[in-house]
């Protein structure tokens, strides 16, 4: 059975991979604090442990990755998070991503397609700690409009458009970030909807994200 330590080791090497994300230019001090408290080593094989707090993605499984941490960082500043907003996560994949937003005290609604890592999810070691993320096996295209609208949504896999069913369940004001991929290129979007129903864009960096699918497996 696998011994699930957090040792000052490990803590001086995530301390170490978040001073590089602020040279990198992560800036928001409440995703660097979530990060620092979230045990990254946990979501990963055990022969990847000595490696978990270098800056990239790693496999997890299905064909799907844990995000780099530089990644994690981005999209979370994006999202612009306060205390106690309802989130709607498509892509829950290792749930690393899901639980450092639950850690800067938001309610987290998450979807995943790949029903190995649904499952996974359900006895993984640290989803005692965050009652606050409900998991959803579904296709993430659908959204969860029973339970819409949301404050924020987060996209975690580059989509081929925006998909129209999650802007309807984004709340007026709410924000959604996701990478939509065009020609091969996979470009950050931060998307505002305004009363009216009209949306903003805006536009960042290229990145490199599994794709986003239809249905589920």
């Known amino acids: 059975m696998r011994n699930y330590e957090d040792s000052y080791r490990h803590k001086g090497l995530r301390k170490k991979l978040l001073d590089s994300l602020r040279e990198k230019g992560i800036t928001d001090e409440n995703v660097l604090n979530a990060m620092m408290n979230i045990p990254r080593h946990f979501f990963l094989d055990t022969a990847l442990e000595h490696i978990a707090y270098q800056d990239r993605a790693f496999p997890i499984g299905e064909g799907q990755t844990i995000s780099q941490p530089y990644t994690v960082a981005y999209q979370t500043q994006l999202l612009e998070i306060t205390p106690y907003q309802r989130i709607l996560e498509i892509g829950t994949g290792s749930a690393y991503q899901a639980m450092v937003l639950a850690e800067m005290g938001v309610t987290v609604l998450t979807i995943e397609r790949q029903r190995n890592l649904f499952e996974h999810n359900k006895k993984f070691i640290l989803r005692s700690r965050y009652p606050q993320i409900k998991y959803f096996y579904g296709d993430g295209f659908e959204g969860l409009p029973t339970f819409a609208p949301f404050d924020k949504i987060l996209i975690t896999a580059a989509a081929p458009f925006i998909p129209p069913k999650l802007i309807e369940q984004l709340k007026p004001g709410g924000k959604m970030v996701i990478p939509v991929e065009d020609n091969g290129v996979q ?25 986003m699918l239809k249905g589920r497996t």
Not at 197 to 203: A, F, K, L, R, V
């Open 187 to 211: 470009r950050m979007m931060r998307l505002t909807k305004n009363s009216d129903g009209s949306i903003d864009e805006e536009t960042f960096s290229n990145f490199s994200f599994v794709p």
